[in-house]
């Protein structure tokens, strides 16, 4: 469960971002033209004050970013 980084309620997970005027979805993906996403960016949003945070919910592509990792 995500609480709140500002008032630490229960956020309301599992939401999807939707860009306005066309676009559906956002996603993140590695600097250059040919690289691939890296997931789709979801949301939470926080009942009491509406604080919104973004997440992926699969990171193994971004830990396969981080360089020197433990072989
Ligand atoms: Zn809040």
New binding site residues.
Partial sequence: MRK??????A?VEDLEVMVTNGGYGIAAKEKGMFKKSLGKIKCAV??????TETYIDDTKNIKNLIPNKEM
């Fill in positions: 709140c980084l500002r008032c630490e309620a956020m926080c009942p009491e004050c509406g604080y």
